[in-house]
């Protein structure tokens, strides 16, 4: 019996309907195993006998952000009585959100296109699955617009009490970042003068922060903490570094480490808590990924401090366009289930995959053991590919309709977007005599927004 152990909480995100297994992980405990006298050392705890608790879903998962405070909320919803992944892309060019399939194709046309107010610049969204509720936000207004993910219609909006603009790299924002909490039912806005938190129940704001503000947040749902790397304007400023904000105890933490002097997005593996900081033209043409181990974080008088380890990428320049800043692989998002990293460089036309740590610790995290990267195939039309700038476009998701893991990533001119199975990916073969380097084309649907 394992009955000194203390019990505790954790969040279970099944990838659809079933039954399916939890095992506890024992590697940290000696135990007696077998008919002896000694207790060993438990490598393979997920075999010991009776550990295992059997789970039934009832209904579809929740789909929890694992990647930057922006990009495309994807909600499940149905179609033709089909159940189906409702991607909400902002296209700002056509000052329209588009309501996809994303599990659809080159030939599938959007399921509806929804016009924003007039002058209004949609530029990111998140869906919130159990209210069905979509944000969107834009660049150039601090009003959020609230779409009816019923409906898919825009049915309110929230005035955000913002009057600055924050400058980037580039672009500026007066509401730079937006990600959903479906546990705790909250909507977290980064905005140039500050984080505020929208509760859906009380319909109204119930915490803010005078945090600077980050060009891509992100956010671990469990511990409730945001995560905000930050970096001063001009862009060459030495004004730089990370904030943790604690929504359960309503406090901030400033970082005593370093994740590079132009820290541009972060993505939070929430199952192991290891937040991974993408940092911007910090040494061309290699650039690097710093992970942040959130699980062994110590806080003292307003300062944290975590184990933390650095990836260098390869040399991108010979396979990806934009030269120099084919390094910039700084559009993270996780993939909880597979503990994968899905990285996109901006200002370029390439794709990558990472692995991440597959369990929590209490050291210095893991860092990447294999990572595989190609050049992104011409669209549908003819056009080459470009990854989009800020707001980030690139996410992952679990699909309701196979459980399997995606990433999705948004063309610059918003008219296309694309979904990669990620497992296929990290598993591809590499091309001849190019090291980490895979062909896309056969791993990419193409799917257009209108």
Not at 180 to 185: E, F, R, S, V
Request: aromatic share 10%.
């Amino acid at each position: 019996a394992l009955s000194f152990l203390s019990a505790g909480t954790f969040l279970v995100q099944p990838t659809g309907t079933g039954q399916t297994q939890i095992r506890a992980d024992l590697r940290n405990y000696n135990l007696l195993l077998n008919p002896s006298s000694s207790c060993d050392i438990t490598n393979d705890s997920l075999s010991v006998p009776g550990n295992a608790a059997q789970v039934t879903v009832q209904g579809p998962p929740l789909i929890l952000p694992g990647g930057s405070g922006s990009g495309t909320g994807i909600i499940p919803g149905t179609s033709n009585g089909q159940p189906i992944d409702k991607a909400y892309v902002a296209v700002s060019s056509a000052d329209i959100v588009s309501v996809i399939n994303a599990d659809g194709g080159p030939t599938t046309a959007p399921l509806k296109s929804i016009a924003m107010p007039s002058g209004y610049v949609p530029t990111a969204t998140a869906a919130e699955p159990t209210t069905l509720r979509v944000y969107t936000i834009s660049y150039s207004s601090p009003s959020v617009v609230v779409i009816d993910a019923v409906q898919d219609v825009a049915a309110a909006s929230i005035a955000l009490p913002v009057t600055h603009t924050q400058g980037f790299s580039g672009s500026n924002c007066m509401v730079c970042g937006v990600l959903a909490d479906p546990i705790a039912k909250q909507v977290i806005f980064d905005t140039a003068d500050g984080y505020f938190v929208y509760d859906e129940t009380q319909n109204m704001i119930v915490q803010s922060y005078a945090a600077r503000p980050a060009e891509n947040f992100g956010y671990n749902p469990v511990t409730r903490q945001v995560v905000s790397p930050y970096y001063g304007a001009p862009f060459y400023s030495n004004v730089y570094g990370m904030d943790l904000l604690d929504l359960g105890t309503n406090s901030s933490f400033a970082f005593t480490g370093s994740v590079g002097t132009k820290p541009d997005g972060v993505a939070v593996d929430f199952t192991t808590n290891v937040a991974i900081v993408a940092n911007e033209a910090e040494t061309n043409p290699v650039g690097f990924i710093t992970f942040v181990n959130l699980n062994a974080e110590s806080q003292v008088n307003g300062s944290f401090s975590a184990p933390t380890s650095t990836y260098a990428f390869p040399d991108a320049t010979s396979y990806c366009s934009g030269g120099a800043n084919s390094s910039e692989w700084t559009m993270p998002s996780a993939d909880i289930v597979n503990h994968l990293l899905f990285v996109a460089n901006e200002f370029s036309d390439c794709a990558g995959i990472l692995d991440l740590p597959p369990i929590s610790s209490a050291g210095t995290p893991r860092g990447a053991s294999q990572f595989r990267f190609g050049e992104m195939p011409l669209g549908p039309d003819g056009r080459a590919w470009s990854n989009s700038h800020d707001p980030h476009g690139a996410m992952v998701f679990v699909s309701v309709v196979d459980g399997r893991s995606y990433a999705f990533l948004t063309r610059l001119d918003g008219l296309y977007v694309t979904r990669i199975d990620l497992l296929n990916f990290f598993n591809a073969p590499v091309l001849t005599n190019a090291p980490d380097v895979v062909d896309l084309t056969p791993l990419v649907v193409f799917i257009p927004t209108q």
